[in-house]
């Protein structure tokens, strides 16, 4: 959202593409911040958590603006959620159809494109339609990206990426990384520099799995609904020291004895 120059001038690497892995802890029966954070016993209600992760997402997003940060993919409901009680589903529904409505007009002001990824079994005809009014009405900013991956799974999306490919009539012999990429949600969408972990779970959680391959992975301890500017400028600036290999090393880099 800044120029590469802006980003420079910051003295630090800033990365393009970052996606937010945030917590959930199922397990713990009280206490629940929101789906989209981790969980302190007696700190948040349940609908009220929910909706201070959505307002950490408002001030994450303005964060990534400020320091350079194109693309944001928030993870705010997994296919595996739906195994959550019935009314707090019902709940979560109810706002995320809430914030898309009363989000789209700022959002398209400030220049910020929204895209939904995932799949829609089991969202209401309502929800859908305020899902592509959103994308619709953004499709053409260009200032950053908001990729929020509602009804979500890693694994999901590349079982229907196949599926893509399969209807597309694809021979096997053709199917290669760039083809199944090609048929992902957001294929347009470069894969995550950084990924960030809340509440400092250390697990995956299905969260693109296909595109982090080479994504830096951060742990923040810091539950969602708290996660702020400082948060997020500390992540940045740990990815700006660490060297990204790919798989490679440099010629000249010194290895330690017996490393593999």
Same mark, same amino acid.
């Given at each position: 959202?800044?120029?590469?120059?802006?980003?420079? !001038?910051?003295?630090?690497?800033?990365?393009?593409?970052?996606?937010?892995?945030?917590?959930?802890?199922? /397990?713990?029966?009280?206490?629940?911040?929101?789906?989209?954070?981790?969980?302190?016993?007696?700190?948040?209600? $349940?609908?009220?958590?929910?909706?201070?992760?959505?307002?950490?997402?408002?001030?994450? &997003?303005?964060?990534?603006?400020?320091?350079?940060?194109?693309?944001?993919?928030?993870?705010?409901?997994?296919?595996?959620?739906?195994?959550?009680?019935?009314?707090?589903?019902?709940? &979560?529904?109810?706002?995320?159809?809430?914030?898309?409505?009363? /989000?789209?007009?700022?959002?398209?002001? %400030?220049?910020?494109?929204?895209?939904?990824?995932?799949?829609?079994?089991?969202?209401?005809?309502?929800?859908?339609? %305020?899902?592509?009014?959103?994308?619709?009405?953004?499709?053409?900013?260009?200032?950053?990206?908001?990729?929020?991956?509602?009804?979500?799974?890693?694994?999901?999306?590349?079982?229907?990426?196949? %599926?893509?490919?399969?209807?597309?009539?694809?021979?096997?012999?053709?199917?290669? /990384?760039?083809?199944?990429?090609?048929?992902?949600?957001?294929?347009? &969408?470069?894969?995550?520099?950084?990924?960030?972990? @809340?509440?400092?779970?250390?697990?995956?959680?299905?969260?693109? $799995?296909?595109?982090?391959?080479?994504?830096?992975?951060?742990? !923040?301890? @810091?539950?969602?609904?708290?996660?702020?500017?400082?948060?997020?400028?500390?992540?940045?600036?740990?990815?700006?020291?660490?060297?990204?290999?790919?798989?490679?090393?440099?010629?000249?880099?010194?290895?330690?004895?017996?490393?593999?």
């Amino acid at each position: 959202m800044l120029s590469p120059e802006k980003r420079v !001038s910051m003295g630090q690497r800033s990365p393009l593409s970052t996606a937010c892995d945030l917590d959930r802890r199922d /397990e713990r029966p009280t206490g629940r911040c929101s789906s989209s954070d981790g969980l302190r016993a007696g700190r948040y209600a $349940l609908l009220t958590g929910h909706r201070q992760g959505v307002r950490a997402i408002k001030r994450v &997003l303005q964060a990534c603006e400020d320091l350079g940060v194109h693309d944001l993919s928030i993870y705010a409901f997994s296919t595996e959620n739906w195994a959550r009680p019935r009314a707090e589903v019902r709940a &979560l529904m109810r706002l995320f159809h809430e914030t898309m409505q009363r /989000e789209i007009e700022e959002m398209h002001r %400030r220049g910020v494109r929204i895209v939904v990824s995932g799949r829609r079994d089991g969202l209401s005809p309502r929800m859908i339609q %305020r899902i592509d009014e959103a994308m619709a009405r953004t499709a053409k900013n260009r200032n950053g990206v908001l990729n929020v991956c509602l009804n979500y799974g890693g694994r999901a999306e590349i079982v229907d990426a196949v %599926r893509a490919l399969i209807r597309d009539g694809v021979s096997g012999q053709d199917v290669d /990384e760039d083809a199944i990429s090609s048929h992902m949600y957001q294929p347009e &969408l470069p894969d995550p520099d950084l990924i960030i972990r @809340t509440a400092g779970e250390r697990r995956v959680s299905n969260f693109l $799995l296909w595109q982090g391959a080479y994504a830096e992975m951060l742990v !923040s301890e @810091t539950l969602w609904p708290d996660f702020g500017v400082d948060d997020l400028k500390a992540a940045l600036a740990d990815y700006a020291s660490r060297v990204r290999r790919f798989g490679a090393r440099p010629e000249d880099e010194k290895v330690a004895r017996g490393a593999g």
